[in-house]
């Protein structure tokens, strides 16, 4: 399988002033060629919201069956749900008419391998403290628990009922479903 991780960067990038983003927006000068708008409103057709990684080795549409329109997707360093993560479900359920939320987190995460001496670090670098968490972990499936709790529990949601916590196999691909107790 080859992934445009794996395809080596041009040589004559440095020389040529080629970026990777100038290499994604002519990807999207040729998707736009060929693009027609598929008709569809802001409302997924599956009104549910997955909550997700950011991890690159994620691709959560395939993993899932997904097609476009299907969910709304939220990404961040761990899937972890912050403050942000319930501001963008609550637009989800209250506005936007979703009402189950699905949780993926993975195995061999980097927040595994970073504590909360991450801030003070970047404090000492930068000259300012971090306002926001790190929100690092040393168990994935506690982390997904912690979650769940966390969307269950937020007075912001209306639809509670129908949340699911999973770890994500980076090796395998598939999904382990975790007890919420």
């Known amino acids: 399988m080859t992934t445009s991780a794996s395809v080596p960067a041009n040589p004559q990038s440095a020389i040529t002033g080629e970026t990777v983003t100038n290499r994604l927006v002519e990807a999207n000068e040729r998707y736009a060629a060929a693009f027609t ?59 936007l008419g979703t009402r189950s939320v699905v949780l993926i987190h993975h195995t061999g995460c980097g927040l595994e391998s970073l504590t909360e001496e991450f801030r003070h670090e970047l404090e000492m670098e930068v000259g300012q ?15 997904v628990r912690q979650s769940m709790q966390r969307v269950r529990t ?16 980076v090796k395998t691909g598939l999904l382990r479903e975790i007890d919420p107790s």
């Open 37 to 95: 708008d598929p008709g569809m409103d802001a409302r997924p057709v599956l009104q549910v919201a997955v909550v997700a990684c950011m991890d690159a080795r994620l691709d959560l549409h395939a993993a899932l069956g997904l097609e476009l329109g299907d969910c709304h997707t939220i990404r961040n360093a761990g899937g972890v749900v912050t403050d942000d993560v319930i501001r963008s479900l609550t637009i989800s359920q209250r506005a």
């Open 154 to 169: 937020s007075p912001f949601l209306l639809h509670t009922g129908d949340v699911r916590g999973f770890v994500f196999d």
């Open 129 to 143: 403290r971090p306002a926001w968490a790190v929100e690092a972990f040393r168990d994935v499936d506690q982390d």
